[in-house]
Structures are given as C-alpha cells and as structure tokens.
C-alpha cells in the first residue's frame, strides 16, 4: 500500500493521482515486459553456447529469469492492493486492462529482438491513459505479428537442424554413420521428400518478408498473397509424407529408439551430437504443423485489424488468411492420396482431387440383404476410386488405403435413385464394354453426406459431356454457348 499513501498524501487531486499512476502502470507493463522477453532471449543464447560453458549459462540465465519474475510479481501485488483499495483507474482501463504481457505464450518463445523499438521505448504522453479501443487493438495486433515474426525464425532453424545436420550427415560419404544399403538407394531422399526446397525459400525469401512486417504490419497480407503459388510446395511435401512416414517406420531401428532394440542407434547418436532435441520424426512433422500455425496466426491478426477499424489492411489479411485455408487443405487432402497404395495408374493424373470420404459399399447392383463394406473413396476429375483402409503399422506410421477397384468418370454412370428407394444410397455403374458388370452401390454417413457425393459426380460427369461436345460439334457448342449469353 505504500505506492498508494505517496501518491494520496502528495496530492490533493484525486483525478490527477489517478492519471499519473495510470501512465507509470503502462510505463512498468511495457518495461516489464521487455525485461522479460530479454532475460528469454538472453537465456537462449547462452544455451546454444559450447557445451564446458552451458553450466554457467543456465545458472546465469535461472538468476535472471527469476529475478524479473520476483520483481514483477512484486509490483503486480502493489498494483492489485491499488485496485483493490478502490484508488486504481476507472472506466476501461480499470475493468479491462491490457497487460501486453497477457499477450504472449509459453509456445510463442518471443525474444525482444521481435519487438518494435515503438513499443521497447515507449515514452509516456498524456494521450496515452485515454488510449482508444482501436489503438489498444493495434497493441495486441503488434504482439501476433512479434509471434509470427518470432516462430517463423524458430521454424527455419528446425529446417535447418534437418537439412545441415541429418541430410548432411546422411550424404556424407566420409561418414561414420552406417547407413543400410538399401536405404542409400534413393531412399533417403523419399524420407525427406522437398524440405530442402521449403527450408531455402523460407530462409532466402519469406522469412525475410516477414520480418519486414514487424515495422510494416500493413504489409502481413501481400507478403502470403505473393507467396500464394510458391507455398504449393507445401503440397507436394505433405503428399510425399506418408511414403516418408512408412520408410521412417520401416528402418526405425536406424531413424530412432526402438522400445525392442534399446541398444544405442546411429541416428541417436547424431541427434545428440548435433544437440537437436527433438528426434526425427518430429522434425519431419514441423511442415505441416507450420501450415495450420499460420492460420491461426493470421486469423488473430485479421481480427485485431478489424477491430481497429482498418478496412482497407483487413480486407488483404482476410484473403491472405483464405490462402491459409485453401493451401493446407490441398495438403492434408495429398496427404490422404499418399497413403494409397496399390493403384497401378499414376495419381497425378488422375487430375483434381475433388472429394475424398468413407462410404459403405458393395459391389454390384442388388440392393437386397444390403451388406457394404467401410471403404475410403477418391474421387478425382479422371476417376473414382474405391480403397480398404489398413492397420497402422507402428507408433511413426499412419493408417494406409489399400487399393481394391476404380471407374473411369468417362466410362461411368450414376444412377441416383436405387431399387430399394433408400435415401442414402446411389449406384455407380461402369459403361466400359470391357467391365460390363463392374458397379458399386454406395451409402453416405447420412443424407446430406449421400447429396454432397451425388452432387460432386452429377457435376462432373455434366462438364465430361460439354467437354465431348465441345470437342466432337466445336461450331455448335459455340453457338449455344453464345445463344446461353
């Protein structure tokens, strides 16, 4: 209470008081906050220190760490007993305040150097205790973008961790690692599929466009706008994956601890050298995990923007946030197809995947004693395909789809209404003269899951036919195009 009594008995004004300790409780957030992000950062650099000094390092930075953990929590309970003695601010300010320190996480690991020297420095004016809503929303905005900033830097360096220390180490043709043969046969690079593409562009290109934006905020939606197409690599990465995944569970014995072989693994061994503390597989996930990371950042920061009232900065966040949605949905859906095995085509060319789900199917056209099995099915611009899902195989794998039959979409028809008159339930019958008796009746989850299915391919099979025409009557497509116009 001593803050308190100073201020009371040294000033007649009240309302003066008030504001005075309101400009120091913002001048203290801010100043805390800085201490702490440094003592964060200052405690990381002196654990990536040699490891003879890592001893000191740790001591050195628990004293720091805990010395602005005493002293904010120190004045926290001046600023409570404040408050409670019914002295402290009034209005916004007083029911709602906004400790920027609120604004960060364990799992942000913010250092100062993402911060603004705006918000580091920030001197204490007399506008700042009637901050308005839509400056208080640009404050929690700068400290999503800090995060962005921050994780971005923290992601690049676990690319790195791959790339310069296992996929280094694994060419290494000096190298005291025994790798298996068979896994030098061009099954190494399956195991990280493009990631030394994403971890350069990221460290050459949009790392350095996002740290821009700590000064630029403005700028957060042109930068993923302009990455829009480059950020498809993400796609072929997470189609790679599986194949990755089962390879991985394959040589777990090489890759990582093995709960059968405790016995020391080479990988292991490399992980420990290299300091890494995470193990392979981890590292493999961090990719996909960034996509989804992004959108969750993005949709923060388009929210503070929007409540700042910054239409026009809103309005490219929220189709860089769209990007963020379409993108690791394209991935996660060639994720899905890279676990198919067994097809003998090429699923590249099988064109757009447009709908992928469980259905219960049986094969045939008699609906009587209707007895389907569970199956994944796929279906691309090019064809349907009909899958059995597998058994995961360990703890690094995923479960498969092994590939049981497919129709071509056109040499295929659908019949939308079966004999039994069931609702949820529509035929696909092959018009291959060669596959004259392959069909499949199939079952949704529900109604409205069977009318997305039927839908989708009443659709598609509609644009095979204009297709054909077009192609087959050019003059007369056209001119009902045109008549249509």
């Known amino acids: 209470m001593r803050l308190s009594v100073t201020y009371s008995d040294s000033l007649k004004d009240l309302s003066l008081a008030r504001t005075i300790f309101n400009r120091i409780e913002k001048k203290f957030l801010r100043t805390s906050m800085f201490c702490w992000c440094w003592c964060r950062g200052h405690l990381r650099a002196k654990a990536s220190e040699p490891k003879h000094q890592g001893h000191h390092a740790g001591v050195e930075g628990k004293d720091s760490v805990q010395t602005c953990r005493e002293q904010h929590s120190e004045t926290s309970e001046l600023l409570k007993e404040w408050r409670s003695s019914g002295d402290g ?3 916004d300010e007083a029911s709602s305040p906004v400790p920027l320190t609120s604004q960060l996480s364990d799992d942000a690991d913010l250092g100062a150097s993402a911060l603004p020297h705006s918000l580091l420095a920030h001197d204490i004016s007399p ?87 700590i000064e630029h905020p403005e700028e957060i939606g042109t930068v993923f706008q302009r990455s829009e197409k480059r950020l498809q690599i993400y796609v072929k990465y997470c189609q790679n994956k599986p194949t990755s995944e089962y390879i991985v569970s394959e040589y777990s014995n090489y890759f990582e601890t093995n709960p059968i072989n405790p016995q020391p693994l080479v990988l292991q061994e490399l992980r420990m050298k290299l300091g890494h503390k995470l193990q392979l ?52 859906d060639m994720m899905n197809v890279g676990r198919l095995q067994g097809f003998d085509g090429k699923i590249m060319s099988q064109g757009k995947l447009l709908l992928y789900g469980p259905l219960v199917c049986l094969e045939g056209t008699t609906v009587h004693n209707f007895r389907g099995k569970d199956l994944m099915v796929f279906l691309f611009e090019q064809s349907i395909i009909f899958s059995e899902s597998g058994r995961k195989k360990n703890q690094f794998s995923n479960p498969v789809y092994q590939y049981k039959s497919h129709l071509q979409v056109n040499k295929m028809s659908l019949i939308e209404k079966v004999e039994d008159g069931d609702p949820i339930k529509f035929l696909l019958k092959s018009t291959d003269p060669h596959k004259p008796n392959l069909a499949f009746i199939c079952q949704g989850a529900s109604e409205d899951d069977r009318n997305q299915w039927v839908s989708q391919i009443r659709h598609l099979l509609q644009t095979q036919k204009d297709f054909l025409k077009a192609i087959q009557y050019p003059i007369a497509y056209q001119k009902e195009q045109t008549k249509n116009v």
């Open 89 to 91: 601010c009034s209005g």
């Open 127 to 213: 506008g700042d205790c009637d901050m308005t809503r839509e400056q208080r929303e640009l404050h929690k905005r700068q400290f999503v973008v800090a995060e962005l900033v921050e994780t971005e830097r923290l992601y690049v360096r676990d690319l790195a961790d791959v790339v310069e220390g296992y996929i280094a180490e694994m060419r290494n043709t000096d190298s005291e690692l025994k790798m298996p043969e068979d896994l030098r046969a061009g099954k190494d690079k399956m195991v990280f599929g493009n990631l030394e593409a994403i971890y350069e562009w990221h460290r050459d290109f949009f790392m350095i466009n996002i740290e821009r934006c």
């Open 281 to 332: 597989p981890d590292l493999l996930i961090k990719p996909v995990q960034r996509l989804m990371k992004y959108q969750l950042l993005l949709r923060d920061i388009h929210k503070h923007t929007e409540r700042a009232k910054l239409t026009q900065e809103a309005e490219s966040i929220k189709k860089a946030l769209n990007i963020m949605i379409v993108v690791p949905k394209a991935a996660n």
